[in-house]
């Protein structure tokens, strides 16, 4: 998902971002990293709460600063150097590397795609054709209505018959069936929250709609320039971010606490009922936390290209990396 920044997170993120020395382990004062999020916090991010609490980054010499989204482009901030890192999607990473946008994605915190198309059951959204004549809420992204194009495309329906409304980082509970009929959502969030409420939920996840939409979201990114000029920095930062995935992994409940704590406007029975759900799902079947595969990423900007849904098919091997994962 995209993030969008205000002027005051910008200013921040101005003022924090210069590297002007290179930390070591033994320096007393910590090297300041910020991170943009893609939304407010939430159980895809917990690993980087419990780096920072449980002090993953202190020990790797960083003093990482957690940013939320309000308006602005997180690939174009990364990639001018006014922020250090920021939680992404292969889908964004994708779009940016294909406008030329040098960003790069480091890790994957999620190893498969756990996004779905939801609608309320009453809206009687079974099949993606039905979307034609219905409301769909979105964060305002050109990939998401690209994909969204794809699917309709794939599935025989008009997305011109689909009225899309930008609606940004708003709560799904409070404008599905009120301000949009459809809308995409990661499973492990609303999808839990629907059944802690017992809303009855349409889903249609996006790997029952092609296996090539198995893709990494959500994916932690860096800038080329920071791998070329901040190595050191973006291989430290990474293992202590690691460090808080693999902890979240092997004790859910204590990193929910964690992010509670961190972020106490959140639901904590919804916290610690998604981070159960979620926890194994980090890794899943990889071999480590945060490892992508190069097929994964040929398959999804191949499907894009294929739909001419990104203006030229981008080089891989240079949109991922697992070299900085412990």
């Not at 480091?106 to 039905?130: M, R, W």
């Not at 599935?155 to 011109?160: E, I, K, N, S, V």
């Not at 949009?180 to 996006?206: C, H, M, P």
Request: include cysteine.
């Amino acid at each position: 998902m995209p993030l969008f920044l205000s002027a005051s997170i910008i200013a921040v993120l101005l003022s924090g971002c210069a590297h002007t020395t290179s930390s070591t382990l033994n320096t007393p004062q910590r090297e300041k990293v910020t991170v943009l999020l893609d939304w407010f916090p939430n159980t895809n991010h917990t690993g980087l709460y419990v780096a920072r609490d449980k002090g993953y980054f202190r020990t790797q010499g960083l003093d990482v600063t957690l940013l939320q989204p309000e308006e602005g482009s997180s690939s174009q901030l990364v990639a001018t150097g006014k922020a250090d890192f920021a939680v992404s999607s292969q889908e964004s990473v994708t779009q940016a590397r294909a406008e030329n946008i040098p960003v790069v994605s480091i890790a994957a915190i999620i190893q498969h795609n756990t996004s779905a198309f939801a609608s309320l059951e009453n809206a009687d959204i079974k099949t993606v054709k039905d979307f034609e004549g219905k409301r769909y809420g979105g964060w305002g992204s050109p990939i998401e209505e690209a994909v969204l194009t794809a699917v309709m495309q794939d599935a025989g329906a008009d997305y011109g018959k689909v009225k899309n409304i930008t609606i940004g980082t708003t709560d799904f509970f409070s404008t599905i069936g009120r301000e949009s009929d459809f809308q995409w959502i990661f499973y492990g969030w609303d999808g839990v929250e629907a059944e802690r409420r017992g809303t009855k939920l349409n889903l249609i996840f996006l790997t029952d709609l092609n296996p090539l939409l198995d893709y990494y979201t959500p994916v932690l990114i860096t800038s080329e320039q920071h791998i070329k000029e901040q190595y050191d920095l973006v291989k430290r930062f990474t293992a202590a971010t690691s460090q808080g995935y693999t902890f979240a992994i092997a004790h859910p409940d204590e990193a929910a606490d964690i992010l509670i704590k961190a972020a106490p406007e959140l639901n904590a029975d919804l916290v610690h009922k998604s981070q159960v759900w979620l926890s194994p799902r980090y890794q899943d079947d990889a071999a480590r936390w945060g490892e992508q595969k190069g097929d994964v990423w040929k398959g999804y900007a191949t499907w894009l290209s294929e739909r001419n849904l990104i203006p030229t098919m981008i080089r891989i091997e240079a949109a991922y990396t697992n070299q900085f994962l412990p």
